[in-house]
T-cell receptor, first 113, second 107 residues
Framework: DAGITQSPRHKVTETGTPVTLRCHQTENHRYMYWYRQDPGHGLRLIHYSYGVKDTDKGEVSDGYSVSRSKTEDFLLTLESATSSQTSVYFC????????????FGPGTRLTVL | GIQVEQSPPDLILQEGANSTLRCNFSDSVNNLQWFHQNPWGQLINLFYIPSGTKQNGRLSATTVATERYSLLYISSSQTTDSGVYFCAVNRDDKIIFGKGTRLHILP
């Protein structure tokens, strides 16, 4: 168990509202990641972080921002949610360098009406 | 960018059967992982295998990095093996997932 929690686990919101998802880890790992999972696309990387205040974009970053002010927390924000952002969002951590093994949180199911 | 292809996309087997799942990737990678996503959506680590062969109980995996593929073997399938199997490769700090193989084991 890599000690990863996500909150909320489920959320329903309306188009145009801001949404923030939280990923929390208890083991002080350097790398953290946000993915979205959609039918027919598998998992796609949104953003990742390689340290406090150090983040970079993944392949589907448009419409999303991230912040990491503490080692243990990585926040994903949808500034103005759209229906195309309805998805399951997974957080992951890597215990060492970026090429080390990844472990995933339980996921957050987000529905944008 | 790097492409990851998994085959077959779907597989239905009787309990007790063996299966081989394949992951092809289009360029050299730093590492490769296999995951099982169970019917409740949880992603479970199976293997971290940039090259060589590993075994864990009824499951084993082989990665031939020079030929850009990896194989996941499941022997004596059980209904609890049902779900989606993903491979994921890492290159230049980016992780690319395949679209998965959906496995359904019939009792």
């Amino acid at each position: 168990d890599a000690g990863i929690t996500q909150s909320p686990r489920h959320k329903v919101t309306e188009t145009g509202t801001p949404v923030t998802l939280r990923c929390h880890q208890t083991e002080n790992h350097r790398y953290m990641y946000w993915y979205r999972q959609d039918p027919g696309h598998g998992l796609r990387l949104i953003h990742y972080s390689y340290g406090v205040k150090d983040t970079d974009k993944g392949e589907v970053s448009d419409g999303y921002s991230v912040s990491r002010s503490k080692t243990e927390d990585f926040l994903l924000t949808l500034e103005s949610a759209t229906s195309s952002q309805t998805s399951v969002y997974f957080c992951a951590i890597s215990r060492g360098l970026a090429d080390n093994e990844q472990f995933f949180g339980p996921g957050t199911r987000l529905t944008v009406l | 960018g790097i492409q990851v292809e998994q085959s077959p996309p779907d597989l239905i087997l009787q309990e007790g059967a063996n299966s081989t799942l394949r992951c092809n990737f289009s360029d050299s990678v730093n590492n490769l992982q296999w995951f099982h996503q169970n019917p409740w959506g949880q992603l479970i680590n199976l293997f971290y295998i940039p090259s060589g062969t590993k075994q864990n109980g009824r499951l084993s995996a082989t990665t031939v990095a020079t030929e850009r593929y990896s194989l996941l073997y499941i022997s004596s399938s059980q209904t609890t093996d049902s779900g989606v199997y993903f491979c994921a490769v890492n290159r230049d700090d980016k992780i690319i997932f395949g679209k998965g193989t959906r496995l359904h084991i019939l009792p």
